[in-house]
């Protein structure tokens, strides 16, 4: 296993023999074992190890082993002590998440701080199985039936072509000591059911089993690298990016076939997971719309527009004194000159007559009930059958400013001046009002 382990490393992943790395080592059989052999290559690498205090003083033993593996390997022992199941109720995650997650992030930061080029997994054959089956129970797209990643940014996983067998026998043979998890023992976890009772079952039924494993997964990586590669192709036809998010031209979808696998390639990424409803959004009306955790899928007149949740904080009021001249905000720049005639105007621009306004002036996003007095026709309308008539798409509506003097609006900024604040005697002194991102 020595000299196979040395020559994936050669062929697959040779920046590993002069990276610095961070091995996470439970204690358990695999990840010794890779602390072993990382060793046998002589690879410059430190050993990570986490006390999630899950197990009381099994947890603590397991602590003591892996320090007394460093001495042994003559390598630096990073240890960390986690509060795992007041993080797990705290983030109302399983408390296998909450392991995962705090096991991850303090690699990570550890990787960051101390320059550490790659982190290393134990990972093996049989985990990929597991992990394949256990998504194949829950239900899962194609990206879940395709396996564990021997390599995800900076993290690798070396071991993925060994069967836990061979990881054994090794061990057996150099004599290697390990620690025994009690847990996976245990068929409360579903991994440790399907390790222990699922798959001895299909091992009878086909002794190779990880073989033909692993031979369906090459075809399921294939499959899958062809679909990416039609969706690549695809992209640029379909979407294009605005200020808001995301645009998905609805034409364009209709006219190709599979669309529903489409639009799954494309927004799997954003936490979906109605893809019936998010297909049925085509044809659904304007104003529709398909929620995630964090983001949102909106039907517009001619497109999908995609957009993070906006936050339901309070929205913010800015204010404009009387003298100010150059304005920076977050939402952008105004600019307040005083002029002696009206020039030309865009919806970038407005002219003013100076003793109508009320200062300070304020800025604020539009609100249901607002109406306004668009300049060039008569009498009032709703800001919201302004908005419809300008079909206007829900982000726009939402990301839409006003400048107001008073209660009164004297601007729907990039839109619409207010007509109440023209200038209509040659004697008013005339404010040039401008915006820019």
Request: net charge negative.
């Amino acid at each position: 296993m020595e000299k196979a382990f040395k020559n994936i490393i050669k062929a697959d992943f040779p920046f590993l023999s002069t990276n610095k790395l961070l091995l996470a080592v439970s204690g358990g059989l695999d990840s010794v074992v890779l602390a072993h052999l990382c060793a046998s290559a002589k690879l410059n690498f430190a050993i990570a190890h986490c006390n999630f205090n899950l197990r009381g003083e099994e947890s603590d033993a397991d602590e003591a082993f892996v320090l007394d593996l460093g001495d042994a390997l003559e390598v630096e022992v990073f240890t960390e002590s986690f509060n795992t199941e007041a993080y797990a109720e705290d983030e109302k995650l399983s408390v296998q998440m909450a392991a995962r997650d705090l096991r991850y992030n303090w690699f990570h930061e550890l990787s960051a701080s101390l320059g550490f080029d790659n982190i290393l997994t134990a990972h093996h054959a049989n985990d990929n199985l597991e992990t394949f089956l256990i998504n194949l129970i829950r239900g899962t797209g194609l990206e879940g039936l395709t396996g564990i990643k021997t390599e995800n940014d900076i993290i690798i996983r070396p071991l993925l072509q060994f069967s836990r067998k061979e990881i054994a026998a090794f061990a057996w043979e150099k004599n290697i000591q390990w620690r025994e998890d009690s847990s996976n023992s245990s068929s409360k976890y579903l991994r440790n059911k399907i390790r222990h009772d699922i798959v001895p079952v299909m091992e009878e039924i086909n002794p190779q089993l990880l073989e033909s494993f692993q031979q369906t997964q090459e075809h399921l990586n294939e499959s899958l690298s062809l679909v990416e590669d039609y969706v690549g192709l695809l992209f640029s036809e379909i979407v294009t990016k605005d200020v808001f998010g995301y645009r998905l031209k609805i034409e364009t979808l209709k006219k190709i076939p599979n669309t529903k696998a489409v639009l799954y390639q494309l927004l799997k990424s954003f936490g979906f997971t109605a893809w019936n409803d998010i297909n049925d959004l085509i044809e659904a009306q304007p104003g529709k719309m398909v929620i995630s955790s964090t983001h949102r899928l909106i039907k517009d007149r001619d497109f999908l527009i995609l957009t993070e949740i906006p936050s339901a904080k309070q929205e913010e009021t800015f204010t404009i004194a009387e003298g100010e001249k150059h304005i920076m905000l977050p939402l952008g720049n105004f600019t307040i000159t005083t002029v002696k005639e009206i020039g030309d105007t865009g919806i970038n621009c407005i002219y003013v007559a100076k003793e109508k306004l009320e200062f300070p002036l304020t800025i604020r996003k539009w609100q249901e009930g607002d109406i306004f007095y668009p300049f060039g026709m008569k009498g009032k309308k709703k800001l919201s059958d302004f908005f419809k008539d300008k079909k206007l798409s829900l982000p726009e509506k939402e990301n839409s400013w006003l400048l107001c003097s008073g209660e009164k609006i004297v601007w729907i900024i990039n839109h619409r001046a207010d007509a109440r604040f023209a200038i209509t005697d040659p004697s008013q002194e005339i404010l040039k009002i401008t915006y820019a991102l």
